[in-house]
């Protein structure tokens, strides 16, 4: 497999940029929840996301080349996981389990604030195409 860089790069920070704005405010939230003030600043949340995010796609990028299908993924995925514990472990100064129980509640923490803002459009009748929208046009 050839490797285009600009493809590449233009990928890597569009997965940086996106994951900096919607992965760490949530990591953030879940960290200040259970890690305490002191222990999960904002900055902690976007090294974490930033590291997580570039070693992911490289380690993926690199693996995927050399075992195909979704086995590749499985292991990039595994090893993502760890690694991702061990950043929230080592920036926000907690144990494995913490890390674990931030890492989890911080994707709860999106789920949520994820369907109120679907809420908000479907009352506002602005369809996402995930709630349906009832067209007042169609009951005339």
Same mark, same amino acid.
């Given at each position: 497999?050839?490797?285009?860089?600009?493809?590449?790069?233009? &990928?890597? @920070?569009?997965?940086?940029?996106?994951?900096?704005?919607?992965? &760490?405010?949530?990591?953030?939230?879940?960290?200040?929840?259970?890690?305490?003030?002191?222990?999960?600043?904002?900055?902690?949340?976007?090294?974490?996301?930033?590291?997580?995010?570039?070693?992911?796609? =490289?380690?993926?990028? =690199?693996? &995927?080349?050399? *075992? &195909?299908?979704? *086995?590749?993924?499985?292991?990039?995925? =595994?090893?993502?996981?760890? !690694?991702?514990?061990?950043?929230?472990?080592?920036?926000?100064?907690?144990?494995?389990?913490?890390?674990?129980? *931030?890492?989890? @509640?911080?994707?709860?923490?999106?789920?949520?604030?994820? =369907?109120?803002?679907?809420? @908000?459009?479907?009352?506002?009748?602005?369809?996402?195409?995930?709630?349906?929208?009832?067209?007042?046009?169609?009951? !005339?």
């Amino acid at each position: 497999m050839d490797f285009d860089l600009v493809t590449i790069l233009v &990928s890597l @920070i569009y997965s940086v940029v996106v994951n900096l704005i919607f992965v &760490s405010p949530f990591l953030w939230i879940a960290g200040r929840l259970l890690a305490g003030k002191q222990n999960a600043k904002g900055t902690d949340a976007l090294w974490i996301v930033l590291i997580g995010t570039v070693v992911f796609y =490289f380690f993926n990028l =690199f693996l &995927s080349n050399y *075992i &195909s299908g979704s *086995i590749a993924t499985l292991i990039a995925y =595994f090893v993502m996981l760890v !690694i991702w514990l061990a950043l929230v472990k080592h920036f926000f100064d907690c144990g494995w389990l913490k890390a674990l129980a *931030i890492s989890i @509640i911080a994707v709860i923490i999106a789920i949520i604030v994820i =369907f109120i803002i679907f809420l @908000i459009l479907a009352a506002l009748n602005i369809g996402t195409g995930w709630i349906p929208v009832a067209n007042p046009l169609n009951s !005339i």
